[in-house]
């Protein structure tokens, strides 16, 4: 059973990712615990097609998936258990023949509550603990990016204290 739900992101929310891209931006909320070929399937770029034409590159945003499921108590960059679980997978997906030669980025982010500076600071380290866990995991680290965004980019905008906005987006940026 897959257990995705795509959600597409109404432009108040900016589009997860990439800005000023002027398409449509569609963002995978992962739920429940994913396997890695759910995945490898999120995260693989779009398949081409003969006889249509692509969209201009600008307008083609990266393979994203949002990892609410990957919570953290409120101000910590702890893993929980069932982070490590979820993450073990993700880790498999990313050594699978389809997503080896990729580059990710990993985004760190944050609820509403507390300063600008606080909750930049905690979702830069949130990225660096999945970052670092997925290293472990045997995932090149090489092909491991992490940043943070603070509280930016909700997934709930209606309300920023939720715990869905303490999460972590995994972002495809293509081959290496």
């Known amino acids: 059973m897959n257990k995705r739900l795509l959600v597409v992101l109404a432009a108040v929310i900016g589009g997860l990712g990439i800005a000023g891209t ?18 490898v399937d999120a995260l693989s770029p779009p398949r081409k097609t003969r006889g249509i034409r692509p969209m201009q590159a600008e307008q083609v945003a ?4 949002n990892l609410p499921i990957v919570n953290f108590e409120f101000g910590s ?5 069932q982070a490590r679980t979820v993450l073990d997978q993700l880790a498999i997906a990313l050594q699978s023949q389809q997503l080896s030669s990729s580059r990710f980025r990993i985004e760190g982010h944050t609820d509403s509550v507390g300063s600008e500076v606080y909750n930049q600071t905690l ?5 660096q603990a999945v970052r670092d866990y997925l290293a472990s995991r045997n995932v090149d680290p ?8 603070g509280e ?4 709930d905008p209606t309300d920023g204290a939720a715990p869905i906005n303490r999460r972590v987006a995994v972002i495809n940026l293509g081959a290496s």
């Not at 002027?22 to 995945?39: L, R, S």
């Not at 990266?62 to 998936?65: C, I, L, Q």
């Not at 979702?123 to 990225?127: G, K």
């Not at 090489?142 to 965004?149: D, F, K, R």
Request: without cysteine; hydrophobic residues 40%.
């Open 123 to 127: 979702s830069e380290r949130r990225a």
């Open 152 to 155: 930016a980019d909700p997934l």
């Open 142 to 149: 090489n092909a491991l990016t992490s940043v943070g965004v």
């Open 77 to 81: 960059a702890q893993l929980t258990e």
């Open 62 to 65: 990266p393979p994203e998936v």
């Open 22 to 39: 002027g398409a449509a931006q569609k963002a995978n909320v992962m739920t429940g615990t994913p396997t890695a070929a759910e995945f």
